[in-house]
């Protein structure tokens, strides 16, 4: 019995570390200072290397009347 | 050139630590207040949001403290479950947990998804800041259903995506049909048991630029490349450079498209139609919707892209599925009226304009959806508690403004900008009006001629298009909503109402109201920064209506390089 | 070549919307209709007891009274026609026949409707909704409105016979006209063409913008001239082009491109012979006012038809047009703040090379054209690419 509140307790103060350390994230927006300095640069690299088709190439072929 | 302990101090104060106002430093310290601050948050007038921003970024430096209730709500209830439900979302839409991977696969081949995806919880931070109690969940709610909306049509989009599957052409591809964000979700009705009906732009555009602008330049850019002018609408633009940059999801074997809104949608088509090289079913709205002569050709047009799809696609058209859809629809419309009742005859109308625009807007083009249904409820219950109770909502009002033309969409936290610096709260937005129309389901013929309304009353046409008074029905709604003051919004690029700026000037001295222009160039901030916007109203309320802000920290602040 | 029998009068005759014969025409009874589109059927206006007057403003300057109500940011053409009206040079319309075809035409018109412009009281401003496919129900509706917004109205405001009989005859003379124009028009196809694309501008234009039957006599004499006229020894151009694209009712922008050295010998713009003068077929079976419906919708190559095939193939009618008049390239021209014509001009800016291999100069340009250098010089390079391209292609064979 003591071992299983014991567990408990343990798993409370997990949840509430998880709980306050994901408070922090929130409360000093560490999500949004992520987002800005370390991952849309990197996405922007990516997107801006990336390897595009010439869309203008696509043929322009008469079609077939919808009625 | 290490990085010493100076600059890590320096970066640490300007990313986490708000610099107290020199009367904060002078005054006092007094724990009663302190305490009552912390558990109530600060009255309006000494939050000072401004000071919260970092640098030029639009991040803050700390969330904003609303008191213990609204923090903690905020923090379980919208950043934390939106968070998890960004993850849930994309399992349930995704038929598993294999959906994450299409997902992850679209996050890193589109750039409208990776750049803005993770992004999204501030999207819900600027269009709620400073927004308390009733009306932060209420608005809250209206946001969570936007983004489970387009995570349902993301997933579907890249699961049936021939680019993200090596050229292959997924099942899933042969059941949906693309069409313009511009033609509503109503029309295929009939055919949603089997099709599914994704509008092309809505994600990759005009959902992506209200998370984050930054995307939509390279589009943009990308439009004026291949010999666009700068002049035209950058909407359309953008839409179309979406295609020249071929970042759009191939997911459909056919493609619908509409005249609706203007000459620039007309014109859009033209290109994408190039670059989408597929069969297409042009459905256009006749131009003067009050003419009782137009609706037999506007209703022809819509049989006309039920015909196409059932040849496209080999179905049959299925009247009980459109009434059902079209059933469950009106549900939606008569809240809709509800809202806009408690809007014009209470002050307990709990949901913010940028969040009433958008969800309108958003709702009323994609169609029926059970989320819009889930949403409405949780938000009704709200809004028959502030009503029962009398609450004021926003009680710092000053002014109840009317905002009308097309509105900046990189700018979705303005409303709720003009209501922390001036109390100016914007009641209703002019494109929350359109569709204003009942779908009767009596009979086929009914049905078809309220559709056929109901798409000719769609964002932007309802009132640009069609006639002078439709336009000018601004006077009408002014006095309807029990408004003070109108917010003109003054699309730099948009034709039709630059074509009628003057009769406005005209009206609004000769009624003697309040309007101050706003102008913009939609989702390009390169035209008309945010800053400007900000300049321009406080100009007007200072100089015109002789008022004093009520946060001044939100007078001035560069916001530039944000999302 | 010698000057053309009648060119300077009918120059003349353009300097002005009120121009002598439309006052003329009024002065003998019969009733001015504005219009600005070719979507609105100039036969109809033709109809006996009244006549058409496509609205122009020659000779515009800075509009700035139209520019307040309609800002510096839309088209130039409805501008200058709406500071035209404010200024009372269009008192003299007994009517605006309107569409909603284009935004700033429509905002203009809209304008004449709400501010009491024109002093004139028996004037009225009436819309016609215009579809934006070529099907038949398209036509019916347009047949419809046809009948609702011009012929009953004609008929409400001013007794005009709209009849059968009368819409019959009336394409019947609007049928010569376009022969006339034809005809005249069809010495541009020529290897040494003997009519300029400046002079054939005047001659189109003024049976756009003056009562048809006070200028049938001129026309049919400058038909006979051309017949035996001569081009000049010394050929005076480098290269043909056809001129493509939005509005364009300045015959001096036809002269600037000549005055650069390429002859334009095409016209495919609005206001343009090319589909503006083919005839209308009644066919058989076929009431008057179809035909008229049918004809517009079927002819018009207007950028604002939405279907996938009619996209595609005005690109087909444009290389077609070219081929037919011998030209050597086409130059799109698009009235600035133009929304049609400028993804238009940006479309075919790439698919007429690529895929038809005629050269194409595209180029943005205002209704009072105070750009003439730049315009010059690019026209002159484009000539020259031209010319170019001949010495290329003769090297290599």
Redesign the interface.
């Given at each position: 019995m003591n071992k299983f509140i014991k567990f408990i307790l343990k798993l409370t103060g997990i949840a509430a570390l998880v709980y306050g350390a994901l408070f922090a994230v929130f409360y000093y927006d560490l999500d949004g200072k992520f987002m800005y300095y370390i991952w849309e640069p990197l996405m922007i690299k990516r997107f801006d290397s990336m390897k595009r088709q010439d869309t203008t190439a696509m043929p322009y072929s008469m079609k077939e009347k919808v009625q | 050139m290490g990085i010493g302990l100076k600059d890590i101090k320096a970066k640490y104060k300007e990313l986490f630590v708000v610099e107290k106002s020199p009367e904060e430093k002078n005054r006092p310290r007094d724990i009663k207040k302190s305490l009552h601050d912390f558990w109530y948050g600060k009255p309006h007038e000494e939050r000072r949001l401004g000071d919260l921003y970092v640098g030029n970024t639009g991040l803050y430096k700390h969330r904003e403290w609303r008191g213990v209730k609204d923090t903690m709500y905020y923090f379980n209830m919208i950043w934390l479950y939106n968070y998890a439900h960004m993850v849930s979302d994309i399992v349930k839409y995704g038929d598993g947990p294999m959906g994450i991977v299409d997902f992850a696969k679209g996050i890193m081949r589109y750039r409208w998804m990776g750049q803005t995806y993770l992004t999204v919880m501030h999207w819900f931070d600027r269009g709620l800041e400073g927004v308390r109690d009733d009306a932060l969940r209420a608005s809250a709610w209206h946001y969570r259903a936007m983004v489970s909306e387009s995570i349902r049509q993301i997933i579907r989009m890249f699961q049936s995506d021939k680019k993200l599957n090596g050229g292959k052409t997924p099942d899933k591809w042969n059941y949906n049909i693309a069409h313009n964000e511009t033609v509503s979700g109503s029309i295929f009705y009939p055919f949603r048991d089997i099709l599914e009906d994704i509008p092309l732009e809505m994600i990759p555009y005009f959902v992506s630029v209200h998370v984050n602008n930054h995307t939509v330049l390279n589009y943009i850019d990308a439009a004026q490349s291949i010999g666009l002018p700068a002049d035209p609408c950058p909407m359309c633009q953008a839409e179309y450079g979406l295609f020249v940059l071929d970042d759009y999801p191939d997911y459909s074997p056919v493609m619908v498209t509409s005249n609706e809104a203007c000459d620039g949608s007309v014109a859009t088509s033209v290109l994408q139609d190039w670059f989408l090289n597929r069969p297409l079913y042009a459905m256009p709205q006749p131009m003067r919707y009050d003419d009782p002569l137009v609706q037999k050709h506007c209703q022809k047009e819509i049989e006309g892209c039920w015909r196409f799809i059932e040849e496209h696609f080999g179905i049959k058209f299925d009247w009980d599925q459109y009434v059902k859809y079209a059933q469950s629809f009106n549900k939606l419309t008569e809240f809709e009226w509800e809202k806009w009742d408690v809007a014009a005859k209470t002050d307990s109308y709990p949901i913010t304009s940028v969040a009433q625009a958008l969800y309108r807007i958003y709702y009323s083009q994609d169609g029926d959806r059970p989320i819009w249904h889930e949403i409405d409820d949780r938000v009704k219950r709200i809004m028959n508690k502030t009503v029962k109770n009398k609450i004021r909502t926003f009680p710092k009002t000053r002014h109840r403004a009317i905002a009308w033309s097309c509105a900046p969409l990189y700018y979705s936290h303005w409303c709720t900008w003009a209501y922390n610096c001036w109390g100016i709260n914007c009641i209703i937005n002019m494109d929350s009006l359109m569709f204003d129309q009942y779908l009767r389901t009596d009979t086929y013929e009914h049905a078809l001629e309220d559709l056929g309304l109901y798409n000719e009353k769609a964002p932007m046409r309802a009132m640009a298009v069609g006639g002078h008074e439709h336009i000018l029905s601004l006077f009408d709604y002014m006095e309807r909503f029990n408004c003070d003051m109108v917010i003109m919004y003054d699309q730099l690029q948009c034709k039709g109402m630059q074509g009628i700026h003057g009769v406005f000037e005209d009206e609004f001295r000769k009624r003697d109201i309040h309007a101050i222009w706003v102008p913009h160039a939609l989702p390009d901030k390169r035209t008309v920064s945010r800053a400007e916007i900000r300049g321009i109203i406080n100009d007007y309320m200072t100089t015109v209506m002789r008022e004093e802000p009520l946060d001044p920290t939100l007078l001035d602040f560069d916001d530039s390089n944000s999302w | 070549m010698k000057d053309l029998v009648h060119i300077f009068e009918l120059e003349d005759l353009l300097q002005e919307a009120n121009n002598p014969l439309v006052r003329q025409a009024k002065a003998e009874g019969r009733r001015a209709l504005g219009y600005t589109c070719y979507f609105m059927p100039e036969v109809l206006l033709d109809l006996p007891g009244c006549f058409s007057v496509r609205l122009r403003a020659p000779r515009s300057g800075s509009p700035d009274m139209a520019t307040?109500?309609?800002?510096n940011?839309?088209?130039m053409y409805?501008r200058c026609l709406l500071e035209r009206a404010l200024e009372g040079g269009l008192n003299f319309l007994d009517a605006e026949m309107a569409t909603?075809t284009?935004?700033?035409t429509?905002?203009?018109q809209?304008?004449l409707?709400?501010?009491d412009i024109i002093k004139n009281p028996d004037f009225f401003c009436e819309?016609?909704?215009?579809?934006?496919?070529k099907?038949d129900?398209?036509i019916?509706?347009y047949e419809?409105?046809l009948q609702?917004h011009v012929l009953d109205k004609l008929k409400e405001h001013f007794g005009i016979d709209i009849s059968d009989e009368a819409l019959l005859k009336t394409i019947g003379e609007h049928n010569e006209l376009c022969r006339l124009i034809r005809e005249i028009g069809s010495y541009r196809k020529l290897d040494e063409p003997t009519i300029t694309g400046w002079e054939f501008a005047i001659i189109n234009l003024c049976s756009l913008v003056c009562p048809k039957y006070l200028i049938m006599d001129k026309l049919r004499d400058i038909a006979d001239e051309l017949k035996t006229r001569k081009s000049d020894v010394k050929k005076n151009y480098r290269c043909k082009v056809v001129l493509a694209g939005s509005e364009e009712d300045d015959p001096d922008f036809i002269k600037l491109i000549e005055e650069c050295g390429a002859l334009v010998v095409a016209d495919r713009y609005c206001y343009g012979s090319l589909p503006g003068r083919d005839e209308i077929v009644v066919k058989e079976g076929e009431t008057p006012l179809r035909a008229i419906a049918r004809h517009y919708l079927e002819t018009s190559q207007c950028?604002?038809f939405?279907?996938?095939?009619i996209?595609?193939?005005r690109?087909?009618f444009l290389a077609d047009t070219a081929k037919e008049y011998k030209a050597d390239g086409i130059i799109i021209s698009?009235m600035?703040?133009c929304?049609?014509w400028?993804?238009?001009?940006?479309?075919d800016?790439?698919?007429i090379p690529r895929?038809f291999g005629y050269p194409v100069c595209?180029i943005?340009k205002e209704y009072v054209n105070n750009a003439v250098g730049q315009l010059r010089t690019r026209f002159q390079a484009f000539v020259e690419s031209i010319e170019l391209k001949k010495i290329q292609k003769e090297g290599s064979v």
């Open positions: - | - | 307040y109500y309609m800002s940011r839309t088209c409805g909603e284009c935004a700033v429509c905002r203009f809209e304008h409707q709400l501010l819309f016609t909704d215009v579809p934006f496919k099907n129900n398209s019916d509706h419809n409105q609702v950028p604002r939405m279907e996938q095939h996209m595609r193939e690109k087909q698009q600035k703040f929304e049609y400028s993804y238009e001009r940006t479309i800016t790439i698919i895929d595209s943005e």
